[in-house]
């Protein structure tokens, strides 16, 4: 297993195949409290950089954007019935959906752990 | 956000923000704190709760002094200065000559002076207007070296009236002169029993040089918590309170903005100083109905699913017409629905009416519902 970020301050976690998504501590601490969010359908195909899903606290609303080509094969429940898990646990109960990689190059892009903290340091 | 925070305008109590952990960003040319580390929802339940301090210095204060000023003002705007008594407060409009909201206000008939409070962000053309219509008739007189703190809450007046006695006995929409002991200082303010938040509280108007002091008094009561403009928006929504620039603007009437209750009768067809401001022409027709009448208003809208509605979002009418937008909208953190304000034509304005507002392409049936959204708390002896 290893964690990838996105620019845009998602994170993937992949495990053979399939990624888990979620947004990151930096990206939950920049919005707020999260009252909403609003998930991808299951069996859906999105294309990197789409957006996939949504995430609102009461100040702002953020897209949730794919970070690899994949279909959606499993969508956060319990995040959606208590969207604050988001806060609590970004990395952990939080995450917003699985997806099949089409393409598992797609995410050699993508920045590691040490990379990511660097690059969300600079981006307050 | 490119503004650079070097390049804007600080209040005087901006170090005690940083200090206290806030989160700054640019607002009205200012550099002013949108949350602390407790956050926005914190924030908000506490003021609901308890009470909360507010740093809105960026407002604009000025004084109209001589003795035409309160029917130089009434030329202004559609309401009622001339007969408001000494030591009350209102609620005004600045119109233009087509009728449009310039910006909305509050003034206090002080005896010497009418003293007046205006939006942050419309200070600068507010006061040149002012200045260039009554100029001649009253003195104008910026205050640009007053901070003005608010303290809202239910538990407001607990908390300042420890630091200044009396205060418990003003009622809403009243002000005066009051002595707050800050520490070993002893603090002369001007405050007011208001706020826009819908609770009760007060607002404070105090000299730069003494407004940390003032502010740092006021923390130290176990009440009191600091508030940023996050949960101010999101308290003034709750209670139904326009915000300039989103919910009301140059292109909106006080009628058209459901907010024609803020005009007394004498200023209104019939009443004894009827007419008289900018726009009177087509504002008395709008409130008299039939061929001039208002052909949308500001309404309130809830949500019946549980997805926040956004300003700018499409509203439709359920034949998929579009008929307005959202103005202002969040999920009320009190409430715990989304709450919403827009504009809809006149025959979709009554209460119970069903529209849609469009989110990332989807209907979200909303109702049209009655303001406040969440009960005010106001002090009315």
């Given at each position: 297993m290893s964690i990838k970020y996105t620019p845009d301050h998602e994170w993937i976690n992949i495990d053979g195949n399939i990624g888990t998504v979620g947004i990151t501590a930096h990206a939950q601490d920049a919005l707020g409290d999260v009252v909403f969010v609003d998930l991808p359908e299951v069996g859906k195909t999105y294309a990197q950089k789409d957006a996939a899903a949504v995430v609102e606290s009461v100040k702002a609303a953020a897209d949730v954007y794919m970070p690899a080509n994949g279909e959606v094969v499993e969508v956060n429940e319990a995040l959606r019935a208590d969207p604050s898990l988001a806060n609590s646990d970004p990395l952990g109960a939080g995450w917003f959906f699985k997806v099949k990689l089409a393409n598992p190059a797609d995410l050699d892009a993508l920045m590691d752990e040490t990379s990511y903290t660097s690059y969300a340091a600079d981006a307050h | 956000m490119t503004t650079a925070l070097e390049s804007l305008l600080k209040t005087p109590l901006n170090d005690l923000h940083v200090s206290l952990g806030a989160r700054m960003v640019p607002f009205a040319g200012y550099s002013m704190p949108v949350q602390y580390p407790a956050g926005l929802m914190f924030e908000h339940k506490h003021t609901r709760t308890a009470a909360g301090l507010f740093d809105v210095s960026h407002m604009g204060q000025l004084r109209l002094v001589g003795p035409d000023a309160g029917a130089a003002l009434e030329s202004l705007i559609p309401v009622d200065v001339i007969d408001l008594p000494v030591g009350k407060q209102r609620y005004g409009l600045l119109l233009n000559d087509e009728g449009g909201i310039i910006d909305d206000l509050m003034f206090v008939n002080r005896g010497s002076d009418i003293f007046v409070i205006v939006n942050g962000a419309c200070k600068a053309g507010d006061i040149a207007h002012i200045q260039a219509k009554i100029g001649t008739r009253c003195k104008v007189i910026p205050m640009p070296e007053r901070a003005l703190l608010a303290l809202q809450g239910p538990l407001a007046v607990t908390a300042l009236s420890r630091l200044a006695p009396g205060v418990e006995k003003l009622v809403f929409m009243t002000g005066g002169n009051f002595t707050i002991q800050a520490g070993n200082q002893r603090i002369d303010v001007f405050l007011t029993r208001s706020g826009y938040t819908g609770e009760d509280g007060f607002e404070i108007s105090v000299l730069d040089s003494q407004a940390q002091a003032l502010a740092q008094a006021l923390l130290a009561q176990p009440e009191v918590k600091?508030?940023?403009?996050?949960?101010?928006?999101?308290?003034?929504?709750?209670?139904?309170?326009?915000?300039?620039?989103?919910?009301?603007?140059?292109?909106?009437?006080?009628?058209?903005?459901?907010?024609?209750?803020?005009?007394?009768?004498?200023?209104?067809?019939?009443?004894?100083?009827?007419?008289?401001?900018?726009?009177?022409?087509?504002?008395?027709?709008?409130?008299?109905?039939?061929?001039?009448?208002?052909?949308?208003?500001?309404?309130?809208?809830?949500?019946?699913?549980?997805?926040?509605?956004?300003?700018?979002?499409?509203?439709?009418?359920?034949?998929?017409?579009?008929?307005?937008?959202?103005?202002?909208?969040?999920?009320?953190?009190?409430?715990?629905?989304?709450?919403?304000?827009?504009?809809?034509?006149?025959?979709?304005?009554?209460?119970?009416?069903r529209i849609n507002a469009i989110v990332r392409g989807k209907p979200v049936p909303m109702e049209v519902v009655a303001m406040p959204f969440v009960p005010t708390n106001y002090f009315r002896g």
């Open positions: - | 600091p508030i940023g403009l996050g949960a101010r928006n999101s308290l003034r929504l709750e209670a139904g309170l326009p915000l300039y620039g989103n919910d009301i603007d140059t292109t909106t009437t006080p009628v058209e903005a459901s907010l024609q209750w803020a005009m007394q009768k004498v200023r209104r067809a019939g009443g004894a100083r009827a007419g008289g401001f900018p726009g009177a022409a087509k504002i008395l027709a709008q409130l008299e109905g039939g061929t001039g009448a208002a052909a949308r208003k500001r309404v309130g809208l809830l949500a019946l699913e549980r997805i926040p509605v956004r300003e700018h979002i499409e509203l439709q009418d359920l034949n998929g017409q579009h008929i307005g937008e959202v103005t202002s909208g969040l999920l009320g953190p009190t409430i715990d629905q989304p709450i919403a304000m827009g504009y809809v034509p006149t025959a979709l304005a009554a209460l119970g009416t």
